[in-house]
């Protein structure tokens, strides 16, 4: 167990719709990072955000979004979902804001959108 | 752009030594991380080499030469559970320092 937990674990969803995914990192851990994971793709950077600050961007769709709370939790926000966005989403969490910094990931959540 | 390669598959016996290459393209280099990941599992930190040389955690070693862009994991004494995904990624300036880039994984099945 990393610490970090995410939910839900599985979300079915329709074409067209709107989700949130939501991101807790590990106690005193102020980074929070998104990626994706699809069969033909591996693991793809989305988003950092660092002590509620966006920090860099990866291959992140206009469709999604992100933010993370005062109380370090994150949000991922995926819109006008396509099949294509079918994926394991995972979170993971690091100490401070620098990749030399281990990240740790959650458990992901695994969307289908059908 | 960025690139890692490192073999989808590899297979090997149990007791056995394998290691699984990577290579790598990107600018800004900082540092070579490995990760593991079983089945519908997460992945989780296996090693960080951002000097020259061989890191040795266990029975898993991580080796790195920042002159030829390659790393190494080295995986001894193998077992039925050390089957699972393994993913090298990459730190650089060209991802936004703080971010791991990763290659797409080398499938390890480790048999009787």
């Known amino acids: 167990d990393s610490g970090v937990t995410q939910t839900p674990k599985h979300l079915i969803t329709a074409t067209g719709q709107r989700v949130t995914l939501r991101c807790s990192p590990r106690?005193?851990?102020?980074?929070v990072y998104w990626y994706q994971q699809s069969l033909d793709q591996g693991l793809q950077f989305l988003i950092q955000y660092y002590n509620g600050e966006e920090r860099a961007k990866g291959n992140i769709l206009e469709r999604f979004s992100a933010q993370q709370f005062p109380d370090l939790h994150s949000e991922l926000n995926l819109s006008s979902l396509e099949l294509g966005d079918s994926a394991l989403y995972f979170c993971?969490?690091?100490?401070?804001?620098?990749?030399?910094?281990?990240?740790?990931f959650g458990p992901g959540t695994r969307l289908t959108v059908l | 752009g960025q690139s890692l390669e490192q073999p989808s598959e590899v297979t090997a016996v149990e007791g056995a030594i394998v290691q699984i290459n990577c290579t790598y393209q990107?600018?800004?280099?900082?540092?070579l991380s490995w990760y593991q990941q079983h089945d519908g599992g997460a992945p989780t930190f296996l090693s960080y080499n951002a000097l020259d040389g061989l890191e040795e955690t266990g029975r898993f070693s991580s080796f790195l030469s920042r002159s030829d862009s390659y790393g190494y994991l080295l995986l001894q004494e193998l077992q039925m559970k050390d089957s699972a995904s393994y993913f090298c990624a990459v730190r650089a300036s060209q991802t936004g320092a703080n971010n791991l880039f990763f290659g797409t994984g080398t499938r390890l099945t480790v048999i009787p």
């Open positions: 106690s005193g851990d102020l980074s």
């Open positions: 990107t600018s800004g280099f900082y540092g």
């Open positions: 993971a969490s690091s100490v401070g804001g620098h990749g030399a910094d281990t990240q740790y």
